[in-house]
């Protein structure tokens, strides 16, 4: 069965960095987009990364560019969302997820569990 499992998520305080993993498996990784995506409460669900099969391209939300690094290892199933000068506004729950392509709305199911972010004052 698909799964994907996200970790690495807790409490920061503003302006510090977390990185977040995405173990995948029942599917060959290496032949799906991987994209990062972010809820907080009241807010929709918005793709903040995404990076392609052999890390060729990868593409962010405005929002974090230049802040946020998406990276991959196929030979671990695994993708990563380095974090760095977080702020407030990033705290949501972030899922990981297949993806057709590097923009936004292409991604297969299923979600995984997603991992808890929140960025303190």
């Known amino acids: 069965q698909v799964q994907l499992v996200e970790s690495g998520g807790g409490v920061v305080p503003a302006g510090g960095s977390m990185t977040l993993s995405c173990v995948g498996s029942?599917?060959?990784?290496?032949?799906?987009?991987i994209s990062w995506y972010r809820q907080a409460p009241g807010k929709e669900r918005e793709m903040v990364a995404a990076?392609?099969?052999?890390?060729?391209?990868?593409s962010y939300a405005d929002s974090v560019r230049g802040r946020f690094t998406i990276s991959r290892d196929n030979e671990k199933n695994t993708a990563y969302l380095q974090m760095d000068r977080l702020k407030v506004e990033d705290t949501g729950r972030y899922s990981c997820?297949?993806?057709?392509?590097?923009?936004?709305?292409?991604?297969?199911?299923?979600w995984g569990p997603g991992t808890q972010v929140t960025v303190s004052s």
């Open positions: 997820i297949r993806s057709a392509s590097i923009w936004p709305g292409s991604f297969f199911g299923p």
């Open positions: 029942g599917f060959i990784f290496h032949n799906y987009v």
């Open positions: 990076i392609t099969s052999w890390s060729s391209n990868s």
